[in-house]
């Protein structure tokens, strides 16, 4: 059974930055897919960046350019290093993962961490 534990939310200014980290335990970190997304108050959760196991990674578009997703399997975690923050960032960021597949990265997660919350204040 995979686990995945999120760090890293907090408050910041619009313009600023963070860095969420998500470890993980309990497989073979190299073998998984790993995804970011994110539920703002009132809306449904959404998919905000994908790392696939060889590090293809995706975005949506709202974040593309901003964020950077990125993986260090020797340390079994994934990064978001989320810049140039905007209110509508505002939400909380969860960190999810499945065995490595073909399919998109923006579903088919099996495992999810609890969340982080990033708040953007203007």
């Known amino acids: 059974q995979v686990q995945v534990v999120e760090s890293g939310g907090g408050l910041v200014q619009a313009g600023g930055s963070l860095r969420l980290s998500c470890a993980a335990s309990?497989?073979?970190?190299?073998?998984?897919?790993m995804g970011w997304f994110r539920q703002a108050p009132g809306k449904e959760r959404e998919f905000a960046a994908g790392?696939?196991?060889?590090?293809?990674?995706y975005y949506t578009g709202s974040v593309r350019g901003r964020f950077t997703i990125a993986r260090d399997n020797a340390k079994n975690t994934v990064y978001l290093q989320m810049n140039s923050l905007k209110p509508e960032d505002t939400a909380v960021y969860y960190c999810?993962?499945?065995?490595?597949?073909?399919?998109?990265?923006?579903?088919?997660?099996?495992?999810w961490g609890q969340g982080t919350q990033v708040t953007v204040s203007s």
């Open positions: 999810a993962a499945r065995l490595a597949t073909a399919q998109l990265l923006t579903w088919g997660y099996n495992y």
């Open positions: 309990g497989g073979t970190f190299s073998s998984y897919d």
């Open positions: 790392i696939r196991w060889n590090g293809g990674t």
